[in-house]
């Protein structure tokens, strides 16, 4: 997530630069073509490619708004994770109850710890990379990663669960496919043999139990997103559309700026190559920022902050068990927080 009011152009021009550098070379040859040797049939009338470029702009108009319904989403499923997690800490430490407040101690840090466990599970899970994304296979997001780190691609889940679970219980959830699923069924085993013995009282327990629900929820919307790209068709017919725009976007400015070189002046016909460039950068860029909001746990710059939130719910719920060493919250480098 970009933490500044926006992207400066220092950084946003070499991330698109390869859009102008596509525009300059389709815009450069018809225009020296029609200049040179008299090409006069590469002059074409504006309206049909006007046509065609208020068509693009409505697929990209659609795709943009559908990308970003994804990226909200995504956004207020975590936002109910920070709830759902907060509210089984104070439950946790205000249900379970004996008469031992050391044991009683050691219970909501065992149940509180392996919660963290899961937010780690899950957003590990949510950094895998998928055959549809793109973050590491387009040259100009590869080159932005040098401007942030993504926490998931810099650790190991192994070493992250170190310290939050027993060992027995860290090889158990390593061995599992689904991790984050397999803990809270592990939390789940857990309240109910406290139930069981009387440590959780029938009403609280399906209280409890509820929170989890809600957790597997949480997750399986999170999935949901990860797990199924924005649909193959739209995305193709967007790529479609625009690059065929694109293309014959500076024939149609030679067709208007040449009933002009009578009164101007021939060269007037190279201002097709900037007013090109201009305009079909402004139709690929779009294009490209869809794709970039496609996918919003892919470890892009423009992604949920998941590891910042994780961060944080971990901070609070440490402060409810009464911990005084809390780790630091997570802060954006390069105006990107992950």
Known sequence: MNTAGYYKLHHFIPWTRTKIYK?????????????????????????????????????SGFKNTQTYNRTWEARQVYGAIINSSRALGIMVRDFIRTRDKAKDATLHQQIIYRHFAWLTALRFQLRETKSWENVKTRSYNQEYLKYYKVPEWESSLDEELKGLLPEHER????????????????????????????????????????????????QGKCERIKNFPYPRQFSSINLYFTQAFCLLLP???????????????????????????????????????????????????????????????????????????????????NNIVM
């Open 171 to 218: 090889q158990y959830i390593l061995d599992t496919k689904n991790r984050a699923t397999q803990l809270i069924a592990v939390q789940s085993a857990q309240l109910k043999e406290l139930n069981e013995a009387g440590t959780i009282s029938d009403y609280n327990y399906v209280a409890l139990e509820n929170q989890l629900r809600d957790l597997l929820d949480h």
């Open 23 to 59: 525009m300059l070379f389709i815009s450069i040859i018809p225009t020296a073509l029609f200049y040179f040797l008299d090409w006069r049939w590469l002059a074409l009338p504006w309206v049909p490619i006007a046509l065609l470029g208020t068509s693009a702009a409505f697929i």
């Open 251 to 333: 024939l149609g400015f030679i067709g208007e700026l040449s009933k002009l070189a009578e009164k101007l002046g021939a060269n007037i016909v190279w201002l097709t190559v900037p007013l090109s460039i201009l305009l079909g950068w402004v139709f690929l860029v779009l294009e490209q920022i869809g794709e970039s909001t496609e996918n919003p746990f892919e470890g892009n710059a423009n992604d949920i902050p998941i590891t910042q939130i994780s961060r944080n719910i971990e901070i609070d719920l440490r402060e409810m068990l009464g911990e005084k060493d809390l780790p630091q919250p997570l802060t954006a480098i």
